[in-house]
C-alpha cells in the first residue's frame, strides 16, 4: 500500500456540498493531477465537520491545515503554496470574529476547542464510505470484544452502568429499556433505528448517517446481540438520500467484511439489517407511529402500554434507539462504562450533539459535555450573536422544546435542568433569538409546523393546535382580544395532558414557555397593538426619528400610500393609519432616519 | 476471494495492516520537515522529499511529511529536519539522495542518527 504525503479532506456532508464542495473536490483533482502530485497527495471525502457556517471546507494533513469559504480559484493557489512549497495560504484560514489574527490548525479554533466529541469523533476524520478506515480507527473491536467476551446480559449491565440516556428526546435510559426487551421472551426480536429526524433546525442524525454510517451499524449489532434480536431496520427520511447511500454502502462493506450477515467475527452471532425510508412525516418519528409505517401502514402512534419492548414491530418485542444513541454505543464497550460515566452531570452522562441555528455567528453540529451552559455553547462555541446584536431567547429541543430568556443563560444544559426550566433536551437543535426576533411569532412559526404535522388521529393534538394556532395567527395580525392568553394556557394544558403520543403531548410547549418567560409580548400585541421587536408586519409602525432626519423629502416621494407628510426643511412625520409598513421608506432614506416602533 | 474476517484477531491483524490509510492524518508519529524555501527547492529539495516518500513506503514505516519555507541557512540547502516525539528536533544540512536513504534507514526506522550531516539539534 502507497503512503500518501498528505491527505485533503473535503468536508462533503449535505452543508458543504450545497456551498460547493464538489466542485472544490474536481478542482484539487485536476491541479494534482496537473502538477503530477497525485501519488502524493490522497483527496478523501468526509462526513459533516460541523462548522457549516465556514464551507466549504478543506484540511490539509500531516500539517492539520483548515481552509475555509473555498472558492475554486484559491484550490490552485493551495497547491502550488502550501502542497508544492509548504507555505499557509493566510487568506483562506479561518478568521474568528472581532479578530485580525488567522488559525491555521482546526485544533486552535474556539469552535472546537471546548468540543468533546464522542458521537462525531469520526466524523469528518474518516472516509465514511471505506470500511478499512473506520477499522484502522478500532471501529467494530467493541462489536468484537462484546460478541466474543461477554454474555448479553453482561453488555446490558455495562450498558446501564454508563448511564447513557437515549439522544433522541425522552432521554430514557439506554441499558434499561435494552432490558426491557431481552426480558421479553420471543422467537423473534427487532433493533431499529430511529433516524427519522423531523424537527426544524436538527441534523445530527443525517450528519452521523453521512460521516459515520459505520458506527451506527456496530452500535446497532452490539444491541440486537444484548437484547436477543438478530434483524435489524434503520428507518431514515427519504429527504436524506446522501446519508442514505452512504449508510447503504455501509451496509453492503460490512456484509462483506462478516460484521453482518451470518456467524459475525465467528461467533456464531447472526444479525440482518435493512433500510427502510420514510417519506418524512414528523410524526413518524414517534416509535409506534415508525414500527406502524416500516409494516406499511399509516404512521400514526397507537396507545402505550404495550411498550414496543414487548409488542413492536410485527407483534414482536422491538427495540428502538436513535442515531446518535447508536453511535455512543461502540465507544462505551471499547472504552468502558466508566469512562463513559465520567463525563457530564450525574444524572446526564456523557456527551450531547447540538445543531446550532438562527441569529448565532458560527452555525453548525458542536458536540459538548453535558452540564456545560447555554452561555457556553452560544458565545464560546457559537461565536455569540450575529451583527452583535442583543441575545434574547434560545429555543432548545425543536418544536417539542422551549424558549429559555435570558437570565436562563447560565443553566447547565442537562436532561433535568432542561425540562425543569420549561425546555427539553429534544433532538438537541438550538435556534438563537436576537433582539429582532417577535416571541409571539415564534410560538406561531413552531405550532404551525405541529398543526401541520399532526397526524389526526387524536383530538386534542388535531383539533386542540388548530385552535392555538388561530389564536396565535390573530394575535400576531393585530386582532388578538381579551382572555386570548388565558384560553392559551388552558388549550395548552389540555393538550399537553390528552394527547395520545408525545408528539401532541409536547406540541404545546412553544407556546407555553413564551407565555411563561414573554408574557409580556403577548400582552402588548393584544392590549397596545404594539409588536415590541417591530416584527410582526401588521402591527409594526414605521416612525421618523426626528432629530436624523434631514428633512430631504426623498421617503415622501416613495412612499406608495403617501402617508408621510414633509416638505422641504420641516421634519417629516408617518400618518400610522395610512401607514402599510411596507417598508420602502427605510430602504430609502439615507440617514437611517426610520425605524419600526 | 472473501474477505470476511472471521475472528476478533483477524480483525487487530486488518487494522495493523491498514494503518497507514490514516497516518498522515494522526499527530503522534514521526516528523520530517523538508526546507522549501527558494534555496531549498534550487538545492534540490524536491527530488530528497520524493526519495524520502519512496524510501519511507519501501520500510513501510509511520512518517509524517511536511514543508517548511527557508529557514536561513540556505548554503546548507537541502535541509531537513527529523522529529521523534519526546526526542527533539534534529536537523540534517546538505541532504542529497544517498543521505535521504541514510536517515531513513538509520534515523527513522532504528533510531540512529546519522551523525555526519547533523547541523544541528533543538532539545524538547
Not at chain 1, 7 to 35: M, P, R
Not at chain 1, 542 to 550: F, H, N, R, W
Not at chain 1, 557 to 577: L, Q
Request: glycine residues 12%; hydrophobic residues 35%.
Amino acid at each position: 500500500m502507497e503512503l500518501y504525503r498528505g491527505h485533503i479532506l473535503i468536508c462533503s456532508g449535505t452543508g458543504c456540498i450545497s456551498s460547493g464542495a464538489n466542485s472544490i473536490k474536481a478542482a484539487f483533482e485536476k491541479q494534482l493531477a496537473e502538477k503530477d502530485l497525485s501519488g502524493e497527495f490522497k483527496l478523501i471525502e468526509t462526513g459533516c465537520h460541523g462548522f457549516c457556517e465556514m464551507g466549504p471546507i478543506a484540511i490539509v494533513y500531516p500539517e492539520g491545515t483548515f481552509y475555509c469559504r473555498l472558492e475554486n480559484e484559491d484550490v490552485e493557489t493551495i497547491v502550488e503554496e502550501h502542497l508544492i512549497k509548504g507555505r499557509l495560504v493566510k487568506e483562506k484560514l479561518y478568521n474568528p470574529p472581532h479578530s485580525e489574527d488567522k488559525i491555521p490548525s482546526y485544533k486552535e479554533i474556539d469552535f472546537y476547542k471546548k468540543q468533546h466529541r464522542i458521537a462525531l469523533r469520526n466524523c469528518g476524520y474518516v472516509n465514511p464510505e471505506d470500511i478499512d478506515e473506520y477499522i484502522v480507527k478500532g471501529g467494530y473491536e467493541a462489536l468484537g470484544k462484546v460478541l466474543s467476551e461477554m454474555s448479553p446480559s453482561q453488555a446490558i449491565e455495562e450498558m446501564k452502568k454508563s448511564g447513557l440516556r437515549g439522544r433522541g428526546g425522552g432521554g430514557f435510559p439506554t441499558g434499561l429499556k435494552w432490558e426491557f426487551a431481552s426480558k421479553t421472551e420471543s422467537d423473534k426480536k427487532y433493533m431499529i433505528c430511529n433516524a427519522d429526524e423531523g424537527d426544524p433546525g436538527a441534523f445530527m442524525d443525517r450528519s452521523i448517517l453521512e460521516g459515520d454510517p459505520h458506527s451506527i451499524i456496530e452500535g446497532m449489532v452490539i444491541g440486537g446481540y444484548a437484547t436477543g434480536a438478530d434483524e435489524g431496520y434503520v428507518y431514515i427520511r427519504a429527504e436524506y438520500p446522501l446519508a442514505i447511500n452512504r449508510l447503504k454502502t455501509a451496509l453492503a462493506q460490512a456484509k462483506e467484511y462478516g460484521m453482518l450477515g451470518e456467524n459475525i467475527l465467528g461467533t456464531g452471532f447472526n444479525f440482518e439489517l435493512h433500510i427502510k425510508e420514510g417519506a418524512g412525516a414528523f410524526v413518524c418519528g414517534e416509535e409506534t407511529a415508525l414500527m406502524h409505517s416500516i409494516e406499511g401502514k399509516r404512521g400514526m402512534p397507537r396507545p402505550r402500554p404495550p411498550f414496543p419492548a414487548v409488542k413492536g414491530l410485527w407483534g414482536k418485542p422491538s427495540n428502538i434507539n436513535n442515531v446518535e444513541t447508536f453511535a455512543n454505543v461502540p465507544v462505551i464497550f471499547e472504552k468502558g462504562a466508566d469512562w463513559f460515566a465520567s463525563l457530564g452531570t450525574e444524572k446526564s452522562k456523557g456527551t450531547k450533539v447540538f445543531a446550532l441555528t438562527g441569529k448565532i455567528n458560527n452555525t453548525g453540529l458542536a458536540e459538548v459535555p453535558m452540564g456545560i451552559s447555554v452561555r457556553e455553547i452560544i458565545y464560546d462555541i457559537g461565536g455569540g450573536i450575529t451583527n452583535d446584536k442583543k441575545f434574547k431567547a434560545v429555543q432548545i429541543g425543536g418544536p417539542s422544546g422551549g424558549c429559555l430568556p435570558e437570565d436562563l443563560i447560565d443553566l447547565p444544559v442537562d436532561y433535568d435542568s432542561l425540562i425543569e426550566a420549561g425546555a427539553m433536551m429534544g433532538s438537541g437543535g438550538l435556534v438563537v433569538m436576537d433582539e429582532e426576533t417577535c416571541m409571539v411569532d415564534l410560538a406561531r412559526f413552531f405550532l404551525n409546523f405541529t398543526q401541520d404535522e399532526s397526524c389526526g388521529k387524536c383530538t386534542p393534538c388535531r383539533e386542540g393546535t388548530k385552535r392555538m394556532l388561530e389564536i396565535l395567527e390573530r394575535i400576531v395580525d393585530g386582532k388578538g382580544q381579551d382572555g386570548d392568553i388565558e384560553l392559551l394556557e388552558e388549550l395548552g394544558e389540555t393538550i399537553k395532558t390528552t394527547s395520545l403520543c408525545g408528539l401532541g403531548q409536547t406540541a404545546p410547549n412553544p407556546v407555553l414557555s413564551t407565555l411563561k418567560y414573554f408574557r409580556d409580548e403577548y400582552e402588548a400585541h393584544i392590549h397596545d397593538g404594539r409588536c415590541p421587536a417591530g416584527a410582526c408586519s401588521a402591527l409594526a409602525k414605521y416612525v421618523i426619528d426626528q432629530e436624523k432626519c434631514k428633512k430631504c423629502t426623498l421617503c415622501t416621494k416613495v412612499c406608495p400610500v403617501s402617508a408621510i407628510e414633509g416638505k422641504p426643511k420641516e421634519v417629516h412625520k408617518i400618518d400610522p393609519n395610512v401607514c402599510t409598513a411596507c417598508g420602502v421608506c427605510v430602504d430609502t432614506c439615507k440617514f437611517d432616519a426610520i425605524k419600526k416602533g | 476471494m472473501s474477505k470476511k474476517i472471521k475472528s476478533l484477531e483477524d480483525l487487530r491483524k486488518l487494522r495493523q495492516e491498514k494503518e497507514k490509510l490514516t497516518s498522515p492524518r494522526e499527530g503522534d508519529n514521526i516528523q520530517v520537515i523538508i526546507g522549501m524555501g527558494t534555496c531549498g527547492i534550487a538545492a534540490g529539495a524536491r527530488d530528497v522529499m520524493l526519495t524520502l516518500l519512496d524510501e519511507i513506503n519501501r520500510h513501510n514505516l509511520k512518517v509524517n511529511v511536511t514543508q517548511t519555507g527557508c529557514i536561513g541557512m540556505c548554503e546548507k540547502e537541502p535541509l531537513l529536519d527529523v522529529v521523534v516525539p519526546g526526542e527533539g528536533r534534529i536537523t540534517y544540512g546538505k541532504v542529497t539522495q544517498d543521505v535521504v536513504k541514510q536517515i531513513v534507514s538509520q534515523h527513522l526506522a532504528n533510531g540512529q542518527i546519522v551523525k555526519q550531516n547533523v547541523v544541528g539539534k533543538i532539545e524538547e
